[in-house]
């Protein structure tokens, strides 16, 4: 059976770090790009960071540029979201999710790509940001 | 960054209806854009990939279409269970990989 399950959401202060992980299991990890999704209470989806297959291109949204880190363990079956300097617009619910091509695809133009959409998705985990 | 823009915010249907949702893209992103669907208290479900090719497991009522800026999403005969939120994103150009702001749909 396939399954992402994330942990490590919780209360943290503002300026504190977290640690997210998300374990993953019936799939072959090691030949997908991995990413990171967010949803703060009442606003839509926000992609949070991404990683291919072979760590080899990484991404951040820009409000979490130089804050977080994105990682993965492909031995362990694991991807991880280290957030430092955290502020109160972090609280949101945090999706693990996979990407649905298998290490790059080539377009209808021609052009190469390592990241895509997202085929399967953990059920979150909460950090809220608060005093 | 490549900004999505769905319309409308809100969609109201009585069920049995057609349904066709708007995504629209700030600069070309040939045919690289996926759907999403995402109902209270679960996570997202993809519903379509390469703006058109339906995902594991997705009824024949979900379709997409477009290509460029311009992409639409149609739901044949509305369901009860497809009163949800739908959400357009881009994969095209990164970083970063942007969601519209996503259409709900609910129950005239």
């Known amino acids: 059976e396939v399954q992402l399950v994330e942990s490590g959401g919780g209360l943290v202060q503002p300026g504190r770090s977290l640690r997210l992980s998300c374990e993953v299991s019936g799939f072959s990890f090691d030949d997908y790009a991995m990413h990171w999704v967010r949803r703060a209470p009442g606003k839509g989806l926000e992609w949070v960071a991404g990683?291919?297959?072979?760590?080899?291109?990484?991404g951040y949204a820009g409000s979490v540029k130089g804050r977080f880190t994105i990682s993965r363990d492909n031995a362990k079956k694991a991807l991880y979201l280290e957030m430092s300097s955290l502020r109160i617009e972090d609280t949101a619910f945090y999706y693990c999710a996979k990407d649905i091509t298998k290490r790059y695809y080539y377009d209808d133009s021609g052009n190469y790509h390592v990241l895509s959409a997202f085929d399967l998705w953990g059920q979150g985990t909460f950090v809220t940001v608060s005093t | 960054e490549v900004v999505m823009t769905q319309s409308p915010a809100t969609l109201s249907v009585p069920p049995g209806e057609r349904v066709t949702l708007s995504c629209r893209a700030s600069?070309?992103?040939?045919?690289?854009l996926a759907w999403y669907q995402q109902k209270p208290g679960q996570a997202p479900r993809l519903l379509i990939y390469?703006?058109?090719t339906r995902a594991t497991a997705i009824p024949v009522r979900f379709s997409g279409s477009g290509s460029g800026t311009e992409f639409t999403l149609t739901i044949s005969s509305l369901q009860s269970e497809d009163f949800a939120l739908y959400y357009c994103q881009q994969y095209n150009s990164w970083p970063p990989l942007t969601f519209g702001g996503g259409t709900k749909v609910e129950i005239k």
């Open positions: 990683l291919s297959w072979n760590s080899n291109s990484i």
């Open positions: 390469e703006a058109s």
């Open positions: 600069q070309s992103i040939s045919t690289n």
